[in-house]
Protein backbone atom coordinates (compact mmCIF):
# COMPACT_ATOMS: atom_id res chain seq x y z
CA UNK A 1 0.00 0.00 0.00
CA UNK A 2 1.41 3.36 -1.18
CA UNK A 3 2.19 5.77 1.73
CA UNK A 4 0.30 9.26 1.32
CA UNK A 5 2.57 12.10 0.10
CA UNK A 6 2.42 15.43 1.77
CA UNK A 7 2.29 18.97 -0.25
CA UNK A 8 4.94 21.02 1.02
CA UNK A 9 4.09 25.06 1.35
CA UNK A 10 6.56 26.87 1.01
CA UNK A 11 7.38 30.96 1.16
CA UNK A 12 6.89 31.33 -2.59
CA UNK A 13 3.47 30.01 -2.48
CA UNK A 14 4.59 27.59 -4.74
CA UNK A 15 3.13 24.22 -3.73
CA UNK A 16 5.51 20.89 -4.31
CA UNK A 17 3.61 17.83 -4.54
CA UNK A 18 6.41 15.71 -4.38
CA UNK A 19 10.13 15.75 -4.20
CA UNK A 20 11.96 12.29 -4.95
CA UNK A 21 14.41 11.54 -2.02
CA UNK A 22 15.60 8.10 -1.20
CA UNK A 23 12.75 7.45 1.44
CA UNK A 24 10.38 8.27 -1.12
CA UNK A 25 10.79 5.09 -3.13
CA UNK A 26 8.15 2.95 -1.46
CA UNK A 27 5.74 6.13 -2.00
CA UNK A 28 5.54 5.09 -6.28
CA UNK A 29 3.64 1.59 -7.54
CA UNK A 30 3.99 0.29 -11.08
CA UNK A 31 0.74 -0.87 -12.66
CA UNK A 32 1.76 -2.01 -16.36
CA UNK A 33 -0.46 -3.56 -19.08
CA UNK A 34 0.34 -7.05 -17.46
CA UNK A 35 -3.17 -6.12 -14.99
CA UNK A 36 -4.75 -7.06 -18.64
CA UNK A 37 -2.79 -9.68 -20.28
CA UNK A 38 -0.74 -7.64 -21.67
CA UNK A 39 3.77 -7.93 -21.27
CA UNK A 40 5.25 -4.42 -20.72
CA UNK A 41 7.23 -4.24 -17.55
CA UNK A 42 7.97 -0.34 -15.99
CA UNK A 43 10.34 -0.09 -12.80
CA UNK A 44 11.09 2.66 -10.11
CA UNK A 45 13.88 3.71 -8.67
CA UNK A 46 15.69 6.66 -7.01
CA UNK A 47 19.40 7.59 -8.45
CA UNK A 48 22.37 8.50 -7.21
CA UNK A 49 21.31 12.06 -7.58
CA UNK A 50 18.36 11.76 -5.41
CA UNK A 51 15.98 11.73 -8.66
CA UNK A 52 13.08 9.32 -9.55
CA UNK A 53 13.66 6.97 -12.75
CA UNK A 54 10.45 5.47 -14.07
CA UNK A 55 12.10 2.98 -16.66
CA UNK A 56 11.39 -0.05 -18.54
CA UNK A 57 9.82 -1.48 -21.92
CA UNK A 58 6.11 -1.53 -23.56
CA UNK A 59 5.17 -4.32 -25.33
CA UNK A 60 2.18 -4.14 -27.92
CA UNK A 61 2.16 -8.04 -27.87
CA UNK A 62 -1.32 -9.55 -26.18
CA UNK A 63 -3.11 -6.52 -26.57
CA UNK A 64 -0.45 -4.91 -24.30
CA UNK A 65 0.72 -1.59 -24.67
CA UNK A 66 1.21 0.60 -21.56
CA UNK A 67 3.47 1.21 -18.53
CA UNK A 68 2.65 3.38 -15.94
CA UNK A 69 3.88 5.18 -12.21
CA UNK A 70 1.32 6.29 -9.66
CA UNK A 71 1.21 7.34 -5.83
CA UNK A 72 -1.39 8.88 -3.40
CA UNK A 73 -1.08 12.56 -2.58
CA UNK A 74 -3.14 14.41 0.14
CA UNK A 75 -3.71 18.04 -0.88
CA UNK A 76 -5.33 21.21 0.02
CA UNK A 77 -7.16 23.33 -1.79
CA UNK A 78 -5.46 23.94 -5.16
CA UNK A 79 -8.47 25.91 -6.47
CA UNK A 80 -6.02 29.17 -6.33
CA UNK A 81 -3.39 27.85 -8.37
CA UNK A 82 -3.31 26.94 -12.46
CA UNK A 83 -0.92 23.90 -13.35
CA UNK A 84 1.22 21.53 -12.58
CA UNK A 85 5.06 22.00 -13.83
CA UNK A 86 7.12 19.16 -13.93
CA UNK A 87 10.90 18.74 -13.88
CA UNK A 88 11.78 15.63 -15.69
CA UNK A 89 14.22 14.27 -18.26
CA UNK A 90 13.34 12.01 -20.50
CA UNK A 91 13.76 10.20 -23.63
CA UNK A 92 12.85 12.02 -26.57
CA UNK A 93 9.60 10.15 -26.30
CA UNK A 94 5.98 11.10 -24.88
CA UNK A 95 4.41 10.34 -22.38
CA UNK A 96 1.03 11.64 -20.11
CA UNK A 97 0.96 13.21 -17.07
CA UNK A 98 -2.47 11.99 -15.11
CA UNK A 99 -4.52 13.26 -11.52
CA UNK A 100 -7.54 11.47 -9.71
CA UNK A 101 -9.38 13.90 -7.78
CA UNK A 102 -10.58 10.80 -5.78
CA UNK A 103 -8.79 7.13 -5.64
CA UNK A 104 -12.26 5.52 -6.50
CA UNK A 105 -12.41 7.59 -9.80
CA UNK A 106 -12.20 5.39 -12.81
CA UNK A 107 -11.52 8.47 -15.08
CA UNK A 108 -7.91 10.58 -14.61
CA UNK A 109 -7.54 13.97 -15.95
CA UNK A 110 -5.10 13.98 -18.21
CA UNK A 111 -2.17 15.66 -20.52
CA UNK A 112 0.72 14.14 -23.46
CA UNK A 113 4.00 16.04 -22.70
CA UNK A 114 6.85 15.10 -25.11
CA UNK A 115 10.50 14.86 -23.91
CA UNK A 116 13.71 16.54 -25.33
CA UNK A 117 16.58 14.34 -23.86
CA UNK A 118 17.56 17.32 -21.38
CA UNK A 119 15.97 18.65 -18.36
CA UNK A 120 13.44 20.45 -18.93
CA UNK A 121 10.30 22.03 -16.72
CA UNK A 122 6.82 21.14 -18.31
CA UNK A 123 3.70 23.39 -17.46
CA UNK A 124 0.95 22.11 -17.72
CA UNK A 125 -2.22 24.16 -17.10
CA UNK A 126 -5.15 22.73 -15.16
CA UNK A 127 -7.80 23.45 -18.21
CA UNK A 128 -5.99 21.74 -20.61
CA UNK A 129 -6.50 18.53 -18.69
CA UNK A 130 -8.92 16.80 -19.74
CA UNK A 131 -11.32 13.05 -18.44
CA UNK A 132 -10.55 9.99 -20.15
CA UNK A 133 -11.27 6.50 -19.21
CA UNK A 134 -9.52 3.70 -20.78
CA UNK A 135 -8.26 6.10 -23.76
CA UNK A 136 -12.06 7.05 -24.77
CA UNK A 137 -11.92 10.99 -23.74
CA UNK A 138 -15.20 11.67 -21.50
CA UNK A 139 -18.01 13.89 -21.55
CA UNK A 140 -16.76 15.84 -18.35
CA UNK A 141 -15.09 19.37 -17.52
CA UNK A 142 -11.60 19.74 -17.81
CA UNK A 143 -9.87 19.58 -13.93
CA UNK A 144 -10.68 22.28 -11.83
CA UNK A 145 -7.50 22.07 -9.87
CA UNK A 146 -9.92 21.63 -6.65
CA UNK A 147 -8.02 18.62 -5.03
CA UNK A 148 -5.91 15.61 -6.19
CA UNK A 149 -5.50 12.24 -4.09
CA UNK A 150 -3.37 10.53 -6.73
CA UNK A 151 -0.75 11.26 -9.70
CA UNK A 152 0.51 9.19 -12.48
CA UNK A 153 2.89 8.62 -15.28
CA UNK A 154 2.09 6.64 -18.10
CA UNK A 155 3.61 5.79 -21.43
CA UNK A 156 1.74 3.84 -23.95
CA UNK A 157 2.53 5.33 -27.85
CA UNK A 158 1.07 2.16 -29.71
CA UNK A 159 4.36 0.91 -30.33
CA UNK A 160 7.05 -1.66 -28.54
CA UNK A 161 9.68 0.49 -26.75
CA UNK A 162 12.05 0.93 -24.01
CA UNK A 163 11.64 3.54 -21.99
CA UNK A 164 13.22 5.70 -18.97
CA UNK A 165 11.41 9.02 -17.66
CA UNK A 166 13.83 10.82 -14.81
CA UNK A 167 11.86 13.17 -12.41
CA UNK A 168 13.26 15.81 -10.09
CA UNK A 169 9.92 17.36 -8.59
CA UNK A 170 6.13 17.89 -9.49
CA UNK A 171 4.69 21.05 -8.18
CA UNK A 172 1.85 23.23 -8.39
CA UNK A 173 2.12 26.88 -9.63
Known amino acids: MNSIITIILFMSQVLFIHDFTADSESQW ?11 SSGEFKINKDGNGVFFGSVSTANNGGFSSLRSSI ?3 DLSKKKAFVLKV ?74 FELEMDWIKVD
Do not use: C
Open 74 to 76: KTE
Open 89 to 162: KGDGKSYQFRVKTSISDRHSYIQSFKTNGKWQEIKIPFNEMFASFRGRTLDMPNYDGAVIEEVRFLIGNKTNEA
Open 29 to 39: QIVDDVVMGGR
